[in-house]
């Protein structure tokens, strides 16, 4: 590990935590030679997936661009970003578990889970999140699927009393 301000590859560990999320852990580290402190994070290193594209194509999976989209859902909305990592994180877990032995995860698999959590945080990122992952061919579809959406909320409320 070398020292972000001088380079230098000698320092020590000052302080060890497990992360929020407890996918990582945080070191505290002290260069030995100019003294300054900085953090490093270690995280497990998992198996690389490829993400099947609706066109059949392959890309690296990357968490970052569900956090991107989540994050651009979630936008001017009361959700913060310890929320968003938590979701992430989530959706990173159930993809491990699920796709262990398989390197191939189908990307309408991963949108799948990203509505599912953000229906239970937010409705309207929910439905920012389904309009741009579900494509819908014009505003008839979208609003049939708003109504769906509003039907299925008033028949929960309804269940709950």
């Known amino acids: 590990m070398r020292c972000p301000n001088c380079g230098s590859g000698e320092n020590k560990v000052v302080d060890s935590r497990v992360s929020d999320s407890a996918n990582s852990i945080r070191r505290r580290r002290e260069c030995e030679k100019c003294g300054k402190r900085f953090t490093s994070y270690e995280t497990i290193e998992r198996i690389s997936l490829l993400v099947v594209k609706k066109d059949g194509s392959r890309q690296a999976f990357d968490s970052q661009k569900i956090k991107n989209g989540i994050i651009a859902a979630t936008e001017k909305r009361a959700v913060s970003i310890k929320q968003i990592d938590a979701i992430v994180d989530r959706i990173e877990a ?12 189908p990307s309408s698999y991963i949108g799948e889970l990203a509505m599912e959590e953000l229906r239970k945080i937010d409705e309207v990122a929910y439905v920012r999140y389904a309009a741009v992952y579900r494509q819908f061919k014009d505003i008839s579809t979208f609003f049939e699927f708003v109504k769906n959406l509003e039907k299925e909320i008033s028949d929960l409320d309804a269940a709950e009393q």
């Not at 159930?94 to 995860?105: C, L, S």
């Open 94 to 105: 159930k993809i491990a578990e699920n796709f262990q032995t398989d390197q191939e995860v």
